[in-house]
Protein backbone atom coordinates (compact mmCIF):
# COMPACT_ATOMS: atom_id res chain seq x y z
CA UNK A 1 0.00 0.00 0.00
CA UNK A 2 1.07 3.05 -0.95
CA UNK A 3 1.67 5.52 1.66
CA UNK A 4 -0.20 8.62 -0.62
CA UNK A 5 -3.98 7.27 -1.49
CA UNK A 6 -5.47 9.29 -4.03
CA UNK A 7 -9.38 9.08 -5.23
CA UNK A 8 -10.30 8.55 -7.94
CA UNK A 9 -7.64 8.04 -9.91
CA UNK A 10 -10.01 9.30 -12.74
CA UNK A 11 -12.77 11.73 -12.84
CA UNK A 12 -15.12 13.04 -16.20
CA UNK A 13 -17.55 15.73 -15.22
CA UNK A 14 -19.64 18.26 -16.95
CA UNK A 15 -18.83 22.03 -16.73
CA UNK A 16 -19.88 23.54 -13.51
CA UNK A 17 -20.41 20.73 -11.25
CA UNK A 18 -18.61 20.49 -8.01
CA UNK A 19 -15.52 18.30 -7.76
CA UNK A 20 -13.94 16.50 -5.15
CA UNK A 21 -10.59 14.33 -4.77
CA UNK A 22 -9.24 13.08 -1.76
CA UNK A 23 -6.13 12.12 -0.42
CA UNK A 24 -5.21 9.78 2.73
CA UNK A 25 -1.66 9.34 4.10
CA UNK A 26 -0.45 6.98 6.54
CA UNK A 27 3.02 8.82 7.41
CA UNK A 28 3.51 11.69 9.76
CA UNK A 29 3.46 14.66 8.29
CA UNK A 30 4.84 18.20 8.37
CA UNK A 31 2.68 19.45 5.89
CA UNK A 32 0.38 18.51 3.07
CA UNK A 33 0.43 20.08 -0.85
CA UNK A 34 -1.78 20.05 -3.68
CA UNK A 35 0.24 20.44 -7.23
CA UNK A 36 -1.55 20.36 -10.60
CA UNK A 37 -0.25 19.13 -13.94
CA UNK A 38 -1.48 19.79 -17.31
CA UNK A 39 -0.61 18.05 -20.60
CA UNK A 40 3.13 18.25 -21.23
CA UNK A 41 4.22 18.19 -18.11
CA UNK A 42 4.75 21.57 -16.36
CA UNK A 43 3.83 21.38 -12.51
CA UNK A 44 2.25 24.24 -10.34
CA UNK A 45 1.58 24.11 -6.66
CA UNK A 46 -1.91 24.98 -5.95
CA UNK A 47 -1.14 24.57 -1.70
CA UNK A 48 0.71 23.87 0.85
CA UNK A 49 -1.25 22.90 4.36
CA UNK A 50 -0.66 21.98 7.45
CA UNK A 51 -4.28 22.22 9.12
CA UNK A 52 -7.51 23.75 8.71
CA UNK A 53 -8.74 25.14 4.67
CA UNK A 54 -7.67 27.08 2.46
CA UNK A 55 -8.82 28.95 -0.83
CA UNK A 56 -7.71 30.29 -3.55
CA UNK A 57 -10.42 31.24 -6.49
CA UNK A 58 -12.73 28.34 -7.03
CA UNK A 59 -10.39 25.69 -6.00
CA UNK A 60 -10.73 24.87 -1.55
CA UNK A 61 -8.42 22.67 0.27
CA UNK A 62 -9.23 21.06 2.84
CA UNK A 63 -6.61 19.05 6.08
CA UNK A 64 -7.85 16.75 9.11
CA UNK A 65 -4.64 15.47 10.74
CA UNK A 66 -6.69 13.40 13.21
CA UNK A 67 -7.79 11.61 10.17
CA UNK A 68 -4.98 11.90 8.18
CA UNK A 69 -6.88 13.21 4.94
CA UNK A 70 -7.15 15.94 2.79
CA UNK A 71 -9.45 16.88 0.25
CA UNK A 72 -8.91 19.19 -2.91
CA UNK A 73 -12.38 21.09 -4.20
CA UNK A 74 -13.18 22.70 -7.49
CA UNK A 75 -16.45 24.65 -7.62
CA UNK A 76 -18.52 25.79 -10.82
CA UNK A 77 -15.53 23.58 -12.54
CA UNK A 78 -14.56 24.54 -16.03
CA UNK A 79 -12.97 22.63 -19.02
CA UNK A 80 -9.58 24.61 -18.51
CA UNK A 81 -9.46 22.72 -15.25
CA UNK A 82 -8.88 19.38 -16.88
CA UNK A 83 -5.57 18.16 -15.58
CA UNK A 84 -3.88 15.79 -13.44
CA UNK A 85 -4.06 16.67 -9.58
CA UNK A 86 -1.62 14.97 -7.64
CA UNK A 87 -1.47 15.51 -3.28
CA UNK A 88 2.02 15.21 -1.96
CA UNK A 89 3.22 14.96 1.72
CA UNK A 90 6.43 16.34 3.43
CA UNK A 91 7.20 13.73 5.99
CA UNK A 92 8.06 15.36 9.19
CA UNK A 93 11.62 13.54 9.47
CA UNK A 94 13.17 15.34 6.09
CA UNK A 95 10.27 17.14 5.02
CA UNK A 96 11.56 18.27 2.01
CA UNK A 97 11.25 15.01 0.95
CA UNK A 98 7.73 14.36 -0.75
CA UNK A 99 5.76 11.31 -0.79
CA UNK A 100 3.23 11.53 -3.88
CA UNK A 101 0.31 10.13 -4.76
CA UNK A 102 -0.44 8.36 -7.99
CA UNK A 103 -2.54 11.24 -9.06
CA UNK A 104 -6.25 11.75 -9.91
CA UNK A 105 -6.92 12.49 -14.06
CA UNK A 106 -9.46 15.40 -14.51
CA UNK A 107 -11.80 16.16 -17.73
CA UNK A 108 -14.10 18.62 -17.59
CA UNK A 109 -16.46 18.24 -20.29
CA UNK A 110 -17.85 21.57 -22.24
CA UNK B 1 13.60 34.14 -17.91
CA UNK B 2 11.87 33.64 -14.75
CA UNK B 3 10.78 30.66 -12.33
CA UNK B 4 12.18 27.53 -13.25
CA UNK B 5 14.18 26.35 -16.51
CA UNK B 6 15.06 22.91 -17.98
CA UNK B 7 16.89 21.54 -20.82
CA UNK B 8 16.72 20.38 -23.30
CA UNK B 9 13.11 19.73 -23.13
CA UNK B 10 13.42 16.63 -25.09
CA UNK B 11 16.46 14.32 -25.61
CA UNK B 12 16.59 10.73 -27.16
CA UNK B 13 19.61 8.85 -26.55
CA UNK B 14 21.29 5.61 -26.87
CA UNK B 15 22.06 3.01 -23.77
CA UNK B 16 26.07 3.99 -24.16
CA UNK B 17 25.92 7.23 -24.80
CA UNK B 18 26.69 10.14 -22.11
CA UNK B 19 24.23 13.19 -21.75
CA UNK B 20 23.51 15.91 -19.09
CA UNK B 21 20.13 17.50 -17.74
CA UNK B 22 20.39 21.09 -16.88
CA UNK B 23 18.05 23.10 -14.67
CA UNK B 24 18.24 26.75 -13.65
CA UNK B 25 16.24 28.58 -11.16
CA UNK B 26 15.56 32.30 -11.06
CA UNK B 27 14.00 32.81 -7.66
CA UNK B 28 16.66 33.21 -5.23
CA UNK B 29 16.23 29.48 -3.76
CA UNK B 30 19.07 27.46 -2.28
CA UNK B 31 17.05 24.10 -2.08
CA UNK B 32 17.19 22.41 -5.58
CA UNK B 33 15.51 18.74 -6.38
CA UNK B 34 15.44 15.98 -9.02
CA UNK B 35 12.47 14.14 -9.62
CA UNK B 36 11.44 11.10 -11.96
CA UNK B 37 8.09 10.56 -13.46
CA UNK B 38 7.60 7.67 -15.07
CA UNK B 39 4.37 6.45 -16.88
CA UNK B 40 1.70 5.40 -14.73
CA UNK B 41 3.83 5.65 -11.66
CA UNK B 42 3.67 8.42 -9.10
CA UNK B 43 6.52 11.13 -9.10
CA UNK B 44 9.65 10.02 -6.76
CA UNK B 45 11.99 12.28 -5.39
CA UNK B 46 15.51 11.30 -6.52
CA UNK B 47 18.15 14.10 -5.16
CA UNK B 48 17.64 17.21 -2.72
CA UNK B 49 20.37 19.95 -2.52
CA UNK B 50 20.57 22.70 -0.08
CA UNK B 51 22.73 25.17 -0.40
CA UNK B 52 25.01 22.88 -2.86
CA UNK B 53 24.95 20.42 -0.71
CA UNK B 54 23.65 17.05 -1.27
CA UNK B 55 20.67 16.09 1.44
CA UNK B 56 18.85 13.44 0.07
CA UNK B 57 20.18 10.71 -2.37
CA UNK B 58 16.42 8.08 -2.21
CA UNK B 59 18.82 5.42 -3.22
CA UNK B 60 19.27 6.73 -7.01
CA UNK B 61 21.32 4.35 -9.43
CA UNK B 62 24.89 5.28 -9.75
CA UNK B 63 24.19 5.71 -13.46
CA UNK B 64 22.56 9.33 -12.73
CA UNK B 65 25.14 11.80 -11.32
CA UNK B 66 24.00 14.99 -9.70
CA UNK B 67 25.96 18.10 -9.74
CA UNK B 68 24.97 21.57 -7.85
CA UNK B 69 27.69 24.11 -8.63
CA UNK B 70 25.67 26.55 -7.15
CA UNK B 71 22.15 27.48 -6.02
CA UNK B 72 20.71 28.53 -9.35
CA UNK B 73 21.84 25.42 -11.52
CA UNK B 74 21.85 21.55 -11.06
CA UNK B 75 22.42 18.99 -13.17
CA UNK B 76 21.84 15.71 -13.66
CA UNK B 77 24.84 13.48 -15.54
CA UNK B 78 23.25 10.47 -16.88
CA UNK B 79 25.62 7.51 -18.21
CA UNK B 80 24.65 4.33 -19.30
CA UNK B 81 21.24 4.35 -18.78
CA UNK B 82 18.64 1.55 -19.32
CA UNK B 83 15.41 1.57 -21.60
CA UNK B 84 13.32 1.94 -18.01
CA UNK B 85 15.04 5.30 -17.37
CA UNK B 86 12.90 6.86 -19.87
CA UNK B 87 10.80 9.08 -18.24
CA UNK B 88 10.01 13.00 -17.79
CA UNK B 89 13.05 14.60 -15.22
CA UNK B 90 11.42 17.19 -13.38
CA UNK B 91 13.33 19.98 -11.02
CA UNK B 92 12.21 21.93 -8.45
CA UNK B 93 13.67 24.79 -6.16
CA UNK B 94 12.26 25.98 -2.88
CA UNK B 95 13.37 28.17 0.08
CA UNK B 96 16.27 27.09 1.70
CA UNK B 97 16.14 24.87 5.47
CA UNK B 98 18.04 25.34 9.00
CA UNK B 99 15.81 22.24 10.32
CA UNK B 100 14.01 19.63 8.42
CA UNK B 101 10.95 19.68 9.59
CA UNK B 102 9.29 22.82 7.93
CA UNK B 103 8.29 22.09 4.56
CA UNK B 104 8.23 24.88 2.08
CA UNK B 105 6.53 25.25 -1.68
CA UNK B 106 8.31 23.90 -4.45
CA UNK B 107 8.50 25.58 -8.05
CA UNK B 108 8.87 22.81 -10.83
CA UNK B 109 10.46 22.99 -14.19
CA UNK B 110 8.73 21.88 -17.22
CA UNK B 111 10.52 18.69 -17.37
CA UNK B 112 12.62 16.82 -19.82
CA UNK B 113 11.60 14.01 -21.49
CA UNK B 114 13.86 11.40 -21.95
CA UNK B 115 13.98 8.32 -24.15
CA UNK B 116 16.55 5.93 -24.03
CA UNK B 117 16.78 3.25 -27.05
Known amino acids: KNEVEQSPQNLTAQEGEFITINCSYS?????LHWLQQHPGGGIVSLFM???GKKKHGRLIATINIQEKHSSLHITASHPRDSAVYIC????????????FGQGTRLTINP | ETGVTQTPRHLVMGMTNKKSLKCEQH?????MYWYKQSAKKPLELMFV???????ENNSVPSRFSPECPNSSHLFLHLHTLQPEDSALYLC????????????????FGPGTRLTVT
Open chain 2, 92 to 107: ASSQDWAQGEVSYEQY
Open chain 1, 27 to 31: VGISA
Open chain 1, 49 to 51: LSS
Open chain 1, 88 to 99: AVGVIQGAQKLV
Open chain 2, 27 to 31: LGHNA
Open chain 2, 49 to 55: YNFKEQT
